[in-house]
Nanobody, 119 residues
Framework: QVQVVESGGGLVQPGGSLRLSCAGP????????MGWYRQAPGKERELVAT???????NYADSVKGRFTISGDNAKNAVYLQMSGLKPEDTAIYYC?????????????WGQGTQVTVSS
């Protein structure tokens, strides 16, 4: 069982900041892509941001300019710096590590960390 552990969620006021961290397992390979997704109550899980092993990043339009993703390939770790938080950012945030092997993608998910933006 691959263990992926998120941390850093919590309650923050609108306009505030949080930093999420995700630690993946020790491996002999580098994950092709690491990222963050989120799921708000009653909504589908959606992509927030991803970073490739080469450092290319991708963001949802709703978080561009406010969130920054970074990664550490040597540690299989990925981070999400969130600033200018809005109530609509409230959700459970999930870390995703993705690897291509033997002709298919393998996805590994964390258990999620709650982010609540409220005054």
């Amino acid at each position: 069982q691959v263990q992926v552990v998120e941390s850093g969620g919590g309650l923050v006021q609108p306009g505030g900041s949080l930093r999420l961290s995700c630690a993946g397992p020790a491996t002999t390979f580098t994950f092709n892509r690491m990222g963050w997704y989120r799921q708000a109550p009653g909504k589908e899980r959606e992509l927030v941001a991803t970073i490739s092993s080469g450092g290319s990043t991708n963001y949802a339009d709703s978080v561009k300019g406010r969130f920054t993703i970074s990664g550490d390939n040597a540690k299989n770790a990925v981070y999400l710096q969130m600033s200018g938080l809005k109530p609509e950012d409230t959700a459970i945030y999930y870390c995703n590590l993705r690897n291509w092997y033997a002709g298919r993608w393998y996805d590994y998910w964390g258990q999620g960390t709650q982010v609540t933006v409220s005054s």
